[in-house]
């Protein structure tokens, strides 16, 4: 099933097969990234921080450079659903707690994590761990 591995940049409003594709996925020594991003409302990100970060992001997995990273961008909802204590993205396996974030997957886990003002130093040393 292609939705089990990551091409490229691909973005997501309803996923709830994501938690399972991830785990299952299928390629030994496969490294994959996560980003956990709020919602477009009235034509751009609400959440202050993930605008502030969405340039680098969006520019480090550009799919039609080479070598670029595999990216699944998730949209956690609008300000309300965000802040909903039921929002999927809060329990686990995410455990998301603040956007932006971005997770780095291996072998479907976990193994690197970066939230919000991490990101702007801390992405170029993710991706090469």
Known sequence: MELLSIRSWTEVEDCRWITSALIALPEPNNTDYVIFYSSIVDGQLWCPDCRVVD???KDTFEP??????KALLIYVGDRPTWKSKD???RGA????????TILKVKEGKEIGRLVDD???????KLLKD
């Open 64 to 69: 039609s450079h080479p070598g670029t990273p």
């Open 87 to 89: 929002n999927a993205y």
């Open 55 to 57: 340039a680098l992001v």
């Open 93 to 100: 396996p995410w455990n998301i707690t603040s956007i932006p």
């Open 118 to 124: 991490e990101i702007r130093d801390g992405l170029a």
